[in-house]
């Protein structure tokens, strides 16, 4: 069955970057994108972008350029987002979730909860 | 960016009973409307897309309809499993966009 497994809560301080994982199972990682979706406390949910694992394609929310970078191992069945300079802003829970083109967005990963506080 | 309204905000209901949630986008959106549930501890699950098409192995209890602008979930004779936050999400362009969620609470 299709799993996104993702990695551990992080506590980061303002101005460093983090680093997320997303392991897929269950499916051929390269044949779906892997889109990114924030979520801070109370509020919504806002989409961040996505990355084709297949040829490293990416699209990016205008919201989050320079912020966020995807990237993926296909060795690995792996999705990262890295996100840089660091606010309070950016504490979050980020989610990973694949999509069948040009479908929604079909599993979830269980979230990442990224803490940014000195 | 296509603003989606959903409503309402909060929504308490009673198992058997059925319930409607409202998705309201600023500008067409064709049929590319889905549905999300979250709840504490579990992944978020798909149940509608392409505004009435259910997910594999979603219940029929849930359906959804419309389509342009505005969209309704529909679940009915509530199961307890069903409390929790539902939010529907346009994919017919970029950026994706949510609503902001609707809240169904056991009354």
């Known amino acids: 069955q299709v799993q996104l497994q993702q990695s551990g809560a992080e506590l980061v301080k303002p101005g460093s970057s983090v680093k997320i994982s997303c392991k897929a199972s269950g499916y051929t990682f390269t044949s779906y994108d892997m889109h990114w979706i924030k979520q801070q406390p109370g509020n919504g949910l806002e989409w961040i972008g996505w990355?084709?694992?297949?040829?490293?394609?990416?699209k990016y929310n205008q919201k989050f350029n320079g912020k966020a970078t995807l990237t993926a191992d296909k060795s690995s069945s792996t999705a990262y987002m890295q996100l840089s300079s660091l606010t309070s802003e950016d504490s979050a829970v980020y989610f990973c979730?694949?999509?069948?083109?040009?479908?929604?967005?079909?599993?979830w990963g269980q979230g990442v909860m990224v803490t940014v506080s000195s | 960016d296509v603003q989606m309204t959903q409503s309402p905000y909060n929504l308490a209901a009673s198992p058997g009973e059925s319930v409607s949630i409202n998705c309201k986008a600023s500008k067409s959106i064709s049929k590319y409307l889905a549905w999300y549930q979250q709840k504490p501890g579990k992944a978020n699950k798909l149940l509608i897309y392409d505004g009435s098409t259910l997910q594999s192995g979603i219940p029929s209890r849930f359906s959804g309809s419309g389509s342009g602008t505005d969209f309704t979930l529909t679940i009915r004779s509530l199961e307890p499993e069903d409390f929790g936050l539902y939010y529907c999400q346009q994919h017919n362009e970029y950026p994706w966009t949510f609503g902001g969620g609707t809240k169904l609470e056991l009354k």
């Open positions: 979730a694949r999509v069948d083109y040009p479908g929604p967005l079909d599993y």
């Open positions: 990355i084709y694992p297949g040829n490293g394609n990416t």
